[in-house]
């Protein structure tokens, strides 16, 4: 950013005209950033892959009957069912029937079903529930309804709604004011570490102010796009965005404060002060904007819809508030005047702190021995990485998905006591009609299903367009490794079947399919957003060593937070596994954002190697970005793991093993490792660029201080 061009945000008019076009911004856009949840898509096909069979199979059953969802309400008394249970559960039916008159239900329901014809002890109604776009916002008042008709049992029967309908409801509940609950978290974070980093409540303020407005304009800009240019927008990625835009927008402001700090010491105009420290910092913020950006539209290549929907929305959220940070932010702080930094205030000629702080004996002690410091460095993280072997993402089933054991997990488990363990969420199957009889035949022959369960054969069921759809029931849960199985032999056998187009779908079907679309997600995603890392990179730093350099120790970083976080999961917070996309979000989070802190240290070594030779810059890079890093890491880290206030175990494990990463990477890879191997490689780190050749001169080499040792390069 030339000097000129950072005169248009924080000169002495331009700085008003910043604010009131901001103010305009704010006031048109919040209107908008309030309906971004009406603006919601949270209905199955938002997840699911768009091109997998279990998403054609819920677009065919759309021409059979109105898209549902069935809740199952389960009746149980371990010593055998009343006669006045029996009464009560007819009474419950009879006035489940009567939510058909306002539009909750869709077909009639059905049931009870008894787990034995004699002495039953435990009794399913299974009530579909009406879906339309409103996805998971009608599925919790509808569950509702069911449960004001049924009660909760008591005097030992045990009634609980589960199913399909119940899980969704209380993942929605688990959802619900899921923006709200992280915009509190992470401006709490984000207070208290500001706080602490500037021990000024004046200053903490403007930061706080510039963040909430991109968080207002990004999401008023999504809704727009939302209804009116096709993008998806769902739960996970608006809550993923308030942590997004808060995490970056604080560390951007933080970087640029740090510098417009030091500028106020050397000049006495804070115009000019912050017109320098945004031409100074700003290619390494822009740099790592962009970054963040172009990682996340990485996303768009994803077969899952809710990863590929997830890229957009979180690229414009980074977006703004980069946009945010270098307009808004500065001419805030400009307009405002020193003070702001009270009590602490840098006037000029006040000394630079950083020259004897911690960070700069560090970096001289680093100096002393740098092969060593590395290689032991990188073998500790290469020891956390083994935490691996314990890494199981394989999907996480709906039993341990919350962090607590809401009604409809309760009732999963009540149900499988007393009937087959699928019988709440059956495979859907549609063929052509004419092949109809043979293709149920070789569902009920499948090894997993339970024959019976296919009722009237298929022939005679209902015909649209000459298809036919019917269902069949598992004997293993629907979320379970066994039953995925099932679908895969079910699908197996189907397709065998001569000119049947029969195809497989329902809520095992789904699972397995999105699976599959993250394995392959996984193997895509991963290499693309390194490719887009590196090259951004090679572009900032005009060399080759170094960004190969700084990729290698993320991608130790990645794994080692991985490894350490898989251990956790197991024998701290006893989880019993991992969704598929824990590495892929794990990983494009802790690179995209985790980069950041290489961008602003190797950038500012790069500046300071081009004025007294690369190794002493080293040691002055380190100290005048040590405090501002660490301060910027503690942020993101906190702000992440405010995803843990969210009641769902993938939710929490994405916050404690991107903010367990930020950390590694603050106190450890950026601090530590990279500083080592850059005082180690020298100035063949530039390469191919002429400061692999000119190195500012030799005079320079003993301003690091005295005792100092070279070794190694």
């Known amino acids: 950013m030339k000097q000129g061009v950072a005169h248009l945000v924080c000169g002495r008019r331009a700085k008003w005209l910043v604010l009131v076009v901001w103010v305009v911004v704010l006031f048109i856009a919040a209107p908008f950033a309030m309906k971004l949840t009406d603006a919601q898509d949270n209905d199955a096909a938002s997840w699911l892959p768009g091109s997998a069979e279990s998403t054609q199979v819920l677009e065919i059953s759309e021409g059979f009957r109105p898209e549902q969802i069935p809740?199952?309400?389960?009746?149980?008394?371990?010593?055998?069912?009343?006669?006045?249970?029996?009464?009560?559960?007819?009474?419950?039916?009879?006035?489940?029937?009567?939510?058909?008159?306002?539009?909750?239900?869709?077909?009639?329901?059905?049931?009870?079903?008894?787990?034995?014809?004699?002495?039953?002890?435990?009794?399913?109604?299974?009530?579909?529930?009406?879906?339309?776009?409103?996805?998971?916002?009608?599925?919790?008042?509808?569950?509702?309804?069911?449960?004001?008709?049924?009660?909760?049992?008591?005097?030992?029967?045990?009634?609980h709604i589960t199913g399909p309908g119940g899980t969704s409801a209380d993942f929605a509940e688990a959802f619900e004011g899921i923006d709200s609950t992280l915009l509190f978290a992470a401006m709490t974070v984000v207070i208290v570490m500001l706080l602490i980093t500037y021990r000024s409540l004046t200053l903490l303020l403007v930061p706080l102010i510039a963040v909430v407005c991109a968080l207002f304009t990004s999401q008023a800009l999504i809704y727009v796009l939302a209804e009116h240019a096709g993008l998806t927008v769902n739960g996970q990625s608006a809550g993923i965005l308030t942590v997004l835009v808060f995490g970056a927008g604080t560390d951007y402001a933080l970087l640029l404060?740090?510098?417009?700090?030091?500028?106020?010491?050397?000049?006495?105009?804070?115009?000019?002060?912050?017109?320098?420290?945004?031409?100074?910092?700003?290619?390494?913020?822009?740099a790592s904007g962009a970054t963040v950006v172009l990682s996340m539209l990485v996303l768009l290549t994803a077969e899952m819809n809710s990863t590929s929907g997830l890229g957009p929305v979180a690229a414009i959220g980074v977006a703004v508030a980069l946009l945010a940070m270098m307009s808004l932010f500065p001419a805030l702080l400009v307009i405002f005047g020193r003070w702001i930094f009270w009590p602490v205030i840098p006037h000029l000629g006040s000394p630079e702190p950083t020259e004897r702080g911690v960070w700069a004996r560090t970096g001289r002690r680093i100096a002393r021995r740098p092969r060593m410091t590395w290689a032991v460095t990188a073998l500790a993280l290469a020891v956390c990485s083994l935490g691996l072997i314990q890494l199981r993402a394989e999907g996480i089933g709906n039993a341990d998905?919350?962090?607590?054991?809401?009604?409809?997990?309760?009732?999963?488990?009540?149900?499988?006591?007393?009937?087959?363990?699928?019988?709440?969420?059956?495979?859907?199957?549609?063929?052509?009609?004419?092949?109809?009889?043979?293709?149920?035949?070789?569902?009920?022959?499948?090894?997993g299903v339970v024959p019976e369960s296919l009722g009237l054969p298929p022939g005679t069921k209902p015909a649209f367009e000459g298809k036919v759809l019917f269902e069949a029931t598992m004997t293993a849960p629907a979320d379970s490794e066994a039953a995925k199985q099932t679908v895969e032999r079910v699908r197996d056998a189907v397709h065998a079947v001569p000119d049947a187009d029969a195809k497989v779908g329902g809520g095992t079907a789904a699972l397995l399919d999105m699976d599959k679309a993250t394995t392959h997600d996984n193997m895509l995603i991963i290499p693309l957003v390194l490719v887009v890392v590196l090259l951004i990179l090679c572009v900032l730093l005009r060399a080759l060593i170094a960004p190969l350099l700084l990729i290698g120790t993320v991608i130790l970083s990645f794994t080692a937070a991985l490894g350490i976080s898989a251990l956790a999961f197991r024998y701290l917070f006893d989880y019993a596994g991992e969704a598929t996309d824990f590495p892929l979000f794990v990983f494009v989070f802790l690179v995209a954002l985790g980069i950041d802190y290489n961008i602003f240290l190797t950038t500012r070594i790069r500046e300071e190697a081009a004025r007294q030779g690369t190794r002493p810059g080293v040691v002055t890079g380190l100290a005048a970005t040590g405090a501002v890093i660490t301060s910027a890491g503690l942020v993101l880290a906190g702000t992440f793991a405010a995803l843990g206030t969210l009641p769902m175990v993938a939710f929490a494990e994405i916050g404690f093993a991107v903010a367990l990463g930020v950390l590694i990477d603050t106190f450890i890879v950026r601090s530590v490792l990279v500083t080592s191997l850059f005082l180690d490689v020298g100035p063949k780190v530039w390469w191919p660029h002429r400061l692999a050749r000119e190195d500012g001169g030799a005079a320079a080499r003993e301003s690091v201080g005295a005792g100092v040792r070279w070794s190694g390069g």
Do not use: C
């Open 71 to 159: 809740a199952v309400v389960i009746y149980a008394r371990d010593s055998g069912l009343t006669a006045q249970d029996r009464a009560e559960i007819a009474e419950d039916v009879t006035q489940l029937e009567q939510l058909r008159d306002h539009g909750i239900m869709g077909e009639q329901t059905r049931g009870p079903v008894f787990d034995r014809q004699t002495d039953p002890r435990a009794a399913q109604v299974f009530v579909p529930i009406m879906m339309d776009e409103e996805g998971w916002e009608r599925i919790s008042p509808a569950v509702e309804s069911i449960r004001d008709d049924v009660g909760t049992g008591g005097d030992g029967l045990s009634v």
């Open 401 to 447: 998905a919350f962090t607590g054991k809401p009604d409809s997990i309760t009732g999963q488990e009540v149900s499988a006591r007393y009937f087959p363990a699928g019988s709440g969420d059956p495979l859907v199957v549609v063929s052509n009609q004419a092949q109809a009889v043979e293709v149920g035949r070789a569902v009920a022959g499948t090894q």
């Open 257 to 286: 404060v740090a510098r417009y700090r030091e500028e106020l010491r050397r000049h006495k105009d804070r115009h000019e002060a912050m017109a320098l420290a945004l031409h100074r910092a700003g290619p390494a913020v822009l």
